[in-house]
């Protein structure tokens, strides 16, 4: 069975380069579900968590991934350059830092760093506490559509664009991973840098 190295480099990336990017915007501007943050990676809050396996997560597994990230970022343009096809050595290489790490396979990590990547798209830059996107965005949606002060046209594209970034972000079906990411947060954004 082939891993997809590229969902977990984007996730892995989003995570590195735009950690609560959702949270941060002006409540008159949606956010780019499915879109790019401003360096152009995919946003691994958005389009990436289409198709997130939602497991609840352990704090070994938080820490094995955490451990994992300087052999990751050792081939990390390896990664980027495979896209959705990555030749059997490299697939070998993943399968073999995954193990290496405590994880049974690459598969595994794949799937602990796309819900590591949910809830840290979740924290609020300037509280630090948890917000879960889709709440969040029907809030921002709620305000854009009474606020008098947006013209008709403009605030047609905002609600649709909100519209369709609330049917497109999944909600968070394990509301414990909050606190064991939030634990670790620091070491995770340490270990991403």
């Known amino acids: 069975m082939r891993v997809s190295v590229a969902k977990w480099a984007v996730v892995a990336l989003g995570i590195a380069l735009g950690l609560g990017t959702a949270q941060a915007q002006d409540t008159t ?17 958005a389009g990436a968590t289409d198709d997130v396996k939602q497991i609840k997560l352990t704090e070994q597994q938080v820490q094995h991934f955490i451990a994992a990230q300087p052999d990751l970022a050792a081939i990390a343009s390896k990664i980027q350059s495979a896209g959705d ?10 399968e073999a830092i995954a193990t290496k790490h405590g994880f049974g396979n690459f598969a595994e990590l794949d799937d602990v760093a796309a819900n590591i990547s949910l ?3 979740g924290f609020d830059p300037s509280t630090g506490e948890f917000v879960d996107l889709v709440e969040a965005l029907k809030k921002q949606r709620d305000d ?4 008098s002060s947006i013209p008709d046209k403009d605030k047609k594209q905002l609600l649709d664009e909100l519209s369709e970034a609330i049917s497109t972000t999944p909600k968070l079906q394990f509301k414990e991973n909050v606190a064991i990411v939030k634990a670790h947060k620091a070491e995770i954004e340490k270990a991403l840098q």
Not at 29 to 45: H, R, V, W, Y
Not at 85 to 94: F, I, N, S
Not at 144 to 147: L, N, R, T
């Open 29 to 45: 501007k949606p956010p780019a579900a499915a879109s790019t943050d401003q360096q152009g990676t995919p946003d691994a809050s």
């Open 85 to 94: 096809t990555p030749d059997p050595a490299l697939q070998a290489v993943l």
């Open 144 to 147: 854009v559509e009474k606020d």
């Open 119 to 121: 809830v840290m798209a």
